[in-house]
Structures are given as C-alpha cells and as structure tokens.
C-alpha cells in the first residue's frame, strides 16, 4: 500500500506538480463534461418514485420500487392502459460533424415481468424503444399499438409519423403478426407490424408473473441489433431465447433519441401487469473532434462588431494556450513515469515489462476523491447500496474500465473504521480468487477514506434467504456452499499466510450476475503464519450467531473459529432460517440458536425435518443429507472436533463419508486447551457470561458489509 502511495504522490519537483494540478483542475472537468453529453452509463437497482432521472407518461408510475408501464389498480382501468418510463436525457445516438458517421454503442440489461393475474387470456405487451428527442405517447395507440403508434389496426403497415425502433415483447397474437404465434419478441422498425425478425417466447410465464432478464445491445461496427431473453429463476440458461438483425440505427432514427420502456394493456379482459425491476444502460459514440478553427461568417452588408472580433480573438488564444498545456501534460507524465526507478528497473528485465502491463490492467489502485465522487454522482442517496457500522455503500460507474462499482465510505472520525479500512485494503491486496470480492482499489484523500469493489448485480445470500420472496433454486444453493467453502479453503491453505476473516455470515457472501459466491468485508481480517497450531489473534467485533464459543470466552479467534461460522452459514442454505431467530412459544418471545435447533432434530433422526419448506421438496436428497451434517460438523462448540475446510469441501463433494457425529450437542470443553496454546487476554475461566454479553453489545446490529 505504501509502494502504491508512493507511486502517486512522489515527485522530484513540487512546482511541476503544481502546474499539472492545475491543468487537471482548468481542463479535465471540460472533458469530463463532454463525456456526460456524448455517453450515458447508469445502473437503476430499483426505483425510488421521488427520482428525477425517469420520467413517466400516463399511466406509468413507480411503486414498489420498480416501474408499472401500465394501470395496476381496478379503480384506475385496467382496460386499454398505456404508459411510458424514458429517462431524463436524451442518448447521442450518431454525429456526421466530422463527415464520417459515427453510430453508438449501445447495452442495456434489465428485469422485467408480464403478469395476467392467473388469467389464461390476455394482452397487449411492452416494449423497449428509441424514438426522436421529445417523441411521446401518440393517441389511439393502445392494445396492439404498445403505445408506439397511432391506430395499427388500420390497413396501412406504416404511419408516416412513426419513427421508432423497439424489441417488442408481445403477448397477444394480433392479425399482422405470425401465425400461431401468440407470446414472442420481436424487433420493430417504425411500426409494430413490421416485427422482422421474430422468435417465440417459449417459457413465458405470465399467469404467474415469473421474472426474466434481457439483454439488447448493439454493436456500431457490424450494426448488429442483438436480444437474449433468459428467464431469471433457470440459472443453467437453458431456458432462453435470443435473436438479431443487422440495422443502419441513422436510417430509422435522429441524431438524439429518447429511449425507454413503453407497454399497454388490451381491451375487455385482455389485461396485464408490466413491471420493470431493475435496469442498466451503458452508451458510447466517440465523437471526432475537429481542431481547425473557423471563423464566425458574416453578412457583407452588416457592419464588424469590434467586441465579437474581440472575442473571436481571444477564444482562438485560449484555443492555443490550451493545446500548448495540453501538450506540457502529456510531456510531462511521460518524464515523471520514466523516473520511477521501479518502472526503469522493469522495462530493463526485458519480458517482466509484460507482467506490468498486466498489473496496470488488474492490479488494484488508488483513487482520487473527486474520481469517486463523480463516479457515484456525488454519493446520491439513489445509488445507496446498504449501510453498515462504520460506514455506506454506494453503487457508481468507472467509464475509464467501463464497469459497475461498489464504493463503501467510511463514516468521518469513526477510529474503529479507519482501523477496519487499513485492515480490509492491506489484507484483500494480497489474495485473488474467484469466490472472493474483487477489490479494484482504494481512497484516503480529504479526510476521506473509500474502499472500491467489483459490483455484484445479485446482492447477498442474506438477502436472497431472508429478505426476497423469490427464492434460490436447490442447484443453486449446493454451488453457493461450495463456493464459499472454496473461498475459505483458499485463504486457510493456499495463501502465503493463512487469513483470518472472522466476520464470515450470510451478509458477506455476496452473488454475482451467475449467482456464483463470492465472499467480501475483510475489515477484521488478519494473516496468521501456517503451521502454528492454534494461532491466534485477539477478537474485535464479530456477528452474535455466528461467532465460534471460544471466541466469545477468549477473546481470541483461530483457524478453527471460521470453520464454525462457514458451519451456521451452510445451515441456513439447508433450512432458509437464520442463525439465531426470535420465535414465540406460550405467549413468550425468546431466541433459537439455529445450530441447537438442527441438532436437536438430528438427535431424533428427522433431521430433513429442517429443510427449507419452501423448497417443497425439490433438491437432493443426498446432497441435502451431506450439507446438512456438514454444517453440524463444522458448527460442533468444540474447536478440535471440527472438521478442516478440506475434509468438509471433500465431503460436500462426496470424496469422503459423512462425518460421524453425536445425537447430542456436545458440551463445550475448549477452554483448557486453548489455555495451553494462547496467552490469554482479559478474559479468564470464570468470565464466560461477561465476555458472552460483551460480544452480544457489540454485535447488535449486522456489522459493516460490502452491499447486500
């Protein structure tokens, strides 16, 4: 971390830093500003109704954190209802300044559902389109029309007015669409009759308003037009449709578009629901600058104004003076990187100049704040991800490696969260591994201090068991237990020191788009040498529920400790409950230790009594059987009784016997034998119960997570 500081902030002369920074100042934010007009990058978790960046157009509104294109309340109509959610600013769609046509790149993905209320008839579908800036909903354009034109059921195939492009997701067959074809997705060009080409929507499933995942994105080189549909319960991705055409855009569209969603509902009982979950769009057209300067023409019959030649004259010196420091930059990062003896040394040990090339492209970096601030839009509380202890979480976009970010801030003056940032940035630094958050850098600039992660589109398993009420198919579950079993293998044995994470729960374990487990928040984490025994470090914080026995009486956290909490973790993917739960019994409220509870059904022999009910018997058996008793294992109160990560990864993936376990929770007797292997610190024998309530007021809430 100090070698990356260096890198930054050393030179050899202060004066020419001066003058670079005030390039950057003077300059950069002009640039920065082009890149806002040409290019649109943004990323809609949800939808908050307050937010200014959608607009809406008759029926369409936001509710429940997500859009409705049409009415969803009787009261309101459901008959023939047609709405529209754009957003705020038109996309520069091409530009022929230069002579030479430009187009965009183009992608957006988003989370959508089409829901008949258990009706087996009904209609009309959405669409995502681009029309001419300021295009809005034309009249008579219900039904069929998907509130694109007006009056398609007429005999003609094209309005003169209509000027759109859209991928039409239609559920209703309509006397111009193919025959026997009712559900399909198609692409439009100025008129919905015209759907060329055209693929059937196979496993839609629209009296229950199942949830699919789109994917439309062009291309300005091939102009290839490209759409995949993947129903979002079916992660194998079989289920799924796709299709495409090659399109000129500037033939069909102007120079500024606006794009967006745009539905409507049929008439009689042909009703639907339209809803848009989430939504990512990212454009780019490189705009060609032209350097040669033209003077303003004017009328021979009007006379010179003295002051606009004034002006003229002073733009084309600012012009200059402006290409000159433009030039003085360029120049003088080039001599400033040369002198970095690391650099030098690099380029002279021939193919390790390679390897640096590689490590500008993955190595993590360090941020400036103004970097950071305009990549979350200045922290907007629209992009707030989650809040943790010691900090908030906020989604942003980095347009230099064209990705989605998650930027965690760390609260001002919080000391506990300043320890939690060096911890978490000189831990996650060293290891690389696909089940382990991607760090992509870091910042403590202004008193600031942000740590900067991969953006993970699927939040947390945390989320997903507890908190969605859509829910993680058995194949899912079984690969996000190995997963996180991988990334603690990972870090207990393959690393150069072995790594303590201690803060290992449900929250932490972040899904990516695959809803592959990746493990994320190293606030607490520390390395520890290999073939120590029981090495040990002393506990700071933890998470009640998931903190191993000895930790809570010794204040000190082994190997053996994160073994315990991979245990609770893998039984709530078995059983859907929480570590420890508030329930009711005889009118009294009281807590349930999820491991006592399991165990206590294992006692029994009915131990898939424990199985998530809400799986309704859809997984296997074996497996469950496996993870089940791995998690009982691994969660046994005695350290030395658990199993190591490899054991319980072998077992999982049936190289190796089910463990062998006792009908009874055994009685905790680390104690002595921890004593012989540590230095105890302020905790002794006799001060369980108090060291038991000390962690139980420090782990009140959920601790500082990534994002969930």
Known sequence: ?????????????????????????????????????????????????????IVYEADAYASGNAIQLTADQIDKGLNGSVGRATYYKPMHLWDNSSGNLLLADFTTQFSFSIDSLHKSSYGSGFAFFLAPNGS??????????LGLQTNCNSSLTYDVNSKFVAVEFDTYHSPWDPPGISEHVGIDLNSVKASN??????????????????????????????????????????????????????????????FGFSGAAGFSTLTELHTIYSWNFSSTLQVSMNTTIHPPAIAPSLPVNPIRKSKTWLCQVLAIVSGIFALLLVLGLVWLFCRRGKFNKMRDDGPMSVNVEMEKVTAPRQFSYKELRLATSNFADEGLLGEG?????????LRDINRSIAVKRITPHSQQGVKEYVSEVTTITRLRHRNLVQ??????????????????PNKSLDFHLHREPCLLTWDTRYKIAIGLGSALFYLQEECDKCVLHRDIKSSNVLLDLSFNAKLGDFGLARLVDHGQGSQ??????????????????????????????????????????????VIERNGKRFKRKLVEWVWELYGKESVFDAVDPRLYGNYDMEQMERLLLVGLACANPNYYARPSITRAIDILGFKAPLPMLPRELPVPTYISALEDNIVTSSASNSSYTSGSRRSETQTSGNGSNIHS
């Open 197 to 258: 080409p055209t693929v059937k929507w196979w496993w839609s499933d629209i009296e229950n308003g199942g949830k699919v995942n789109a994917f439309i994105t062009y291309n300005s080189s091939t102009k290839n037009l490209s759409v995949f549909l993947v129903d979002a319960s079916d992660f194998s991705g079989e289920n799924s449709s796709s299709l495409s055409a090659t399109l000129d855009l500037s033939r069909y569209l102007t120079e500024w578009v606006t």
């Open 1 to 53: 971390m100090k070698n990356a500081e260096n890198l930054y902030v050393k030179s050899p002369k202060p004066a020419f830093l001066f003058i670079l920074l005030f390039i950057l100042v003077v300059h950069l934010p002009k640039a920065a500003s082009v890149d806002d007009d040409d290019n649109i990058n943004f990323t809609f978790l949800d939808f908050n109704p307050n937010t200014h960046r």
């Open 439 to 456: 760090l992509i850098g870091w910042c403590h600039d202004s008193k600031e201090f942000l740590i900067v992660y991969e953006f993970l």
């Open 136 to 145: 809005n909903i034309p009249p008579g354009s219900a039904g069929g029309c």
């Open 389 to 397: 202890g010691f900090g908030k979480v906020y989604l942003g976009f």
């Open 536 to 581: 040990t470090t002393k506990v700071m914080l933890g998470t009640d529920g998931y903190i191993a026995p000895e930790c809570l009486d010794t204040c000190k956290a082994i190997k053996e400790s994160d073994i315990y909490s991979f245990g609770i973790v893998a039984l709530e993917i078995a059983t859907g409950m929480k570590a420890i739960a």
